[in-house]
């Protein structure tokens, strides 16, 4: 082997093995963790099956990184998985998270705000040591000049040598791999770089694909004879608030042990529905998921964004609706119609600079509007809740009621029971936005007919099994991501005009339901008459009172 200096030269080829092997085994402890979890090391074959799961984990991040290996690009491409690669680990060290498409997307479509609270001295430390070092050297080590023909002989020595290594491998342990890989999917989803170079690139394709023919869904849609005979004028305005990462294991109403929404339980006739599952794990999912009328199982990002939505469908009904934001954004949602933020005018006791407004903020905007002329208004108000992991950003001092809360973003730095403490903090702020929002409209019963309905848009894992934040796969989530609050409230105006009985929807709170239901529910609720709603998936279907004469 030649040498420059104190490095000696090595091929393109030879040097992205090296950085595999770097990845391998400096960056996945927590892989080897999960292997190990699922398959202790207990007999001579056990030990032996590990070295195989190692051979195979190398050879695929090794296959992964060769087409980076060319000489003229191969160390700014090296340089930069190094970088990225510590990253990831940062993360799935820190959080227990698992990196895939979804993932990605929450990474594009993170705010820079949100993003600067995830900046400690932990993650520098992380880029530094298991990044920056490791680049610096590849930058330092001289590349061996070769021919390309010499390089493409490299390369399909790798792949003869990939394949071989995986016929050995199966020839041995094919039963041990197959069941490994099969049942535990998830790990994948630890592996760098080879977790977020495949989402990266799935999400590449997803977003370049070409788009969709638009589809126009409720063209139909209409407003029904609720509407019409004596008082139809009357103003009226429903609220859906969209909340953020509330998960139902902490709801009060749900029989959680602590009294995160006392304000909430003690508004007469108020619904809280008790089995409610999101549409995803993840803001960008949900959202858009829940405003469609697709579905969880028919649900993709591509299709959402080339058919109406449920906000296009309650404009044809003649509604004025509105979008108003303190989230990150609406993740198109409201394309058609806009977005309307709160930080255009701060207010000082609710807005600090270079963080989110609290949630309460939006009720200034919210107050113009129910004031405004148009007769009947749908407005969509989406609250940051309970975002983390700066939960302790999420609400004014005087809500921290339940402590020691973790003031922390590094959650390494504080006990799971001051997490839980912080974030059980944020629910009850939003349990106080909730019922000032429901007392606004209450206070405007004399002239206007009112009712609001609050969903979170997904979960949060708090430490359970070493898992903090959310965004895992659906399929191998904890129902902690998946279970989240549902509030109803109408006032007597609404309920008469529209007809939905309290009493049954109280009687029938806990019927499962889940996301899928809120697109077809709504038109249900405000008597919106068009085929694409489905009744059977109308939570307020089984609840309509008959119709009186000249009501």
Same mark, same amino acid.
């Given at each position: 082997?030649?040498?420059?200096?104190?490095?000696?030269?090595?091929?393109? *080829?030879?040097? +992205?093995?090296?950085?595999?092997?770097?990845?391998?085994?400096?960056?996945?402890?927590?892989?080897?963790?999960?292997?190990?979890?699922?398959?202790?090391?207990?007999?001579?074959?056990?030990?032996?099956?590990?070295?195989?799961?190692?051979?195979?984990?190398?050879?695929?991040?090794?296959?992964?990184?060769?087409?980076?290996?060319?000489?003229?690009?191969?160390?700014?491409?090296?340089?930069?998985?190094?970088?990225?690669?510590?990253?990831? +680990?940062?993360?799935?060290?820190?959080?227990?998270?698992?990196?895939?498409?979804?993932?990605?997307?929450?990474?594009?479509? +993170?705010?820079?705000?949100?993003?600067?609270?995830?900046?400690?001295?932990?993650?520098?430390?992380?880029?530094?040591?298991?990044?920056?070092?490791?680049?610096? %050297?590849?930058?330092?080590?001289?590349?061996?000049?070769?021919?390309?023909?010499?390089?493409?002989?490299?390369?399909?020595?790798?792949?003869?040598? +990939?394949?071989?290594?995986?016929?050995?491998?199966?020839?041995?342990?094919?039963?041990?791999?197959?069941?490994?890989?099969?049942?535990?999917?998830?790990?994948?989803?630890?592996?760098?770089?080879?977790?977020?170079?495949?989402? %990266?690139?799935?999400?590449?394709?997803?977003?370049?694909?070409?788009?969709?023919?638009?589809?126009?869904?409720?063209?139909?849609?209409?407003?029904?004879?609720?509407?019409?005979?004596?008082?139809?004028?009357?103003?009226?305005?429903?609220?859906?608030?969209?909340?953020?990462?509330?998960?139902?294991?902490?709801?009060?109403?749900?029989?959680?042990?602590?009294?995160?929404?006392?304000?909430?339980?003690?508004?007469?006739?108020?619904?809280?529905?008790?089995?409610?599952?999101?549409?995803? *794990?993840?803001?960008?999912?949900?959202?858009?998921?829940?405003?469609?009328?697709?579905?969880?199982?028919?649900?993709?990002?591509?299709?959402?964004?080339?058919?109406?939505?449920?906000?296009?469908?309650?404009?044809?009904?003649?509604?004025?609706?509105?979008?108003?934001?303190?989230?990150?954004?609406?993740?198109?949602?409201?394309?058609?119609?806009?977005?309307?933020?709160?930080?255009?005018?701060?207010?000082?006791?609710?807005?600090?600079?270079?963080?989110?407004?609290?949630?309460?903020?939006?009720?200034?905007?919210?107050?113009?509007?129910?004031?405004?002329?148009?007769?009947?208004?749908?407005?969509?108000?989406?609250?940051?809740?309970?975002?983390?992991?700066?939960?302790?950003?999420?609400?004014?001092?005087?809500?921290?009621?339940?402590?020691?809360?973790?003031?922390?973003?590094?959650?390494?730095?504080?006990?799971?029971?001051?997490?839980?403490?912080?974030?059980?903090?944020?629910?009850?702020?939003?349990?106080?936005?909730?019922?000032?929002?429901?007392?606004?409209?209450?206070?405007?019963?004399?002239?206007?007919?009112?009712?609001?309905?609050?969903?979170?848009?997904?979960?949060?894992?708090?430490?359970?099994?070493?898992?903090?934040?959310?965004?895992?796969?659906?399929?191998?989530?904890?129902?902690?991501?998946?279970?989240?609050?549902?509030?109803?409230?109408?006032?007597?105006?609404?309920?008469?005009?529209?007809?939905?009985?309290?009493?049954?929807?109280?009687?029938?709170?806990?019927?499962?339901?889940?996301?899928?239901?809120?697109?077809?529910? %709504?038109?249900?609720?405000?008597?919106?008459?068009?085929?694409?709603?489905?009744?059977?998936?109308?939570?307020?279907?089984?609840?309509?009172?008959?119709?009186?004469?000249?009501?």
């Amino acid at each position: 082997m030649k040498r420059d200096g104190l490095w000696p030269q090595l091929s393109a *080829t030879a040097l +992205t093995a090296c950085v595999a092997l770097w990845c391998l085994f400096a960056m996945n402890l927590p892989f080897w963790a999960r292997v190990q979890e699922v398959r202790p090391i207990a007999s001579l074959h056990d030990l032996l099956f590990h070295g195989s799961v190692a051979l195979l984990a190398f050879l695929a991040v090794n296959l992964f990184l060769t087409p980076f290996a060319i000489r003229p690009v191969v160390k700014p491409a090296l340089i930069i998985i190094l970088l990225l690669g510590a990253l990831a +680990t940062y993360f799935i060290d820190t959080y227990g998270v698992f990196i895939d498409k979804v993932m990605i997307r929450n990474v594009f479509e +993170t705010d820079p705000a949100e993003s600067a609270e995830l900046l400690t001295l932990k993650l520098l430390g992380y880029i530094f040591l298991m990044g920056m070092v490791p680049a610096l %050297v590849v930058w330092r080590v001289p590349l061996a000049k070769i021919s390309w023909q010499r390089e493409l002989l490299h390369k399909a020595g790798v792949l003869a040598a +990939t394949l071989a290594g995986i016929g050995v491998i199966a020839a041995v342990f094919y039963q041990d791999q197959a069941s490994l890989l099969r049942n535990h999917r998830e790990l994948r989803h630890l592996l760098v770089p080879f977790n977020y170079l495949s989402g %990266v690139g799935s999400y590449a394709m997803e977003v370049s694909r070409p788009k969709l023919p638009y589809e126009a869904i409720a063209a139909d849609a209409k407003r029904g004879s609720r509407w019409t005979g004596e008082g139809a004028q009357r103003p009226t305005a429903v609220v859906l608030v969209v909340g953020e990462t509330a998960r139902a294991a902490n709801a009060q109403l749900g029989g959680y042990a602590r009294a995160t929404m006392p304000q909430l339980a003690q508004v007469p006739g108020l619904v809280y529905f008790t089995d409610v599952s999101s549409c995803g *794990t993840s803001t960008a999912i949900s959202v858009p998921c829940m405003f469609s009328d697709l579905g969880r199982a028919d649900f993709s990002s591509a299709r959402a964004s080339a058919r109406d939505n449920l906000l296009d469908a309650l404009q044809r009904a003649g509604f004025a609706v509105s979008w108003y934001g303190n989230n990150s954004d609406c993740k198109g949602v409201c394309r058609n119609i806009g977005e309307r933020r709160p930080d255009a005018k701060p207010d000082p006791a609710l807005c600090r600079p270079g963080q989110p407004c609290f949630d309460e903020i939006l009720l200034r905007d919210l107050a113009v509007e129910l004031d405004a002329p148009a007769p009947h208004k749908v407005i969509i108000l989406h609250l940051i809740g309970s975002h983390g992991p700066g939960y302790h950003l999420r609400y004014p001092p005087a809500f921290e009621r339940f402590t020691p809360a973790c003031k922390q973003v590094d959650f390494s730095k504080c006990s799971v029971a001051e997490i839980v403490n912080a974030y059980d903090n944020t629910l009850l702020y939003t349990d106080h936005v909730l019922a000032r929002t429901i007392a606004m409209l209450a206070e405007r019963a004399p002239k206007l007919d009112a009712a609001l309905w609050y969903v979170s848009d997904h979960g949060e894992s708090l430490g359970e099994n070493g898992v903090f934040l959310h965004a895992l796969p659906y399929a191998i989530a904890p129902e902690l991501q998946t279970r989240v609050p549902m509030v109803f409230w109408q006032g007597e105006g609404f309920a008469r005009r529209l007809g939905v009985d309290n009493a049954c929807l109280l009687a029938n709170r806990r019927q499962p339901i889940s996301q899928d239901h809120w697109f077809h529910s %709504v038109l249900g609720l405000l008597d919106v008459t068009t085929q694409a709603h489905r009744p059977e998936l109308d939570v307020f279907g089984r609840c309509r009172r008959p119709e009186r004469a000249g009501v």
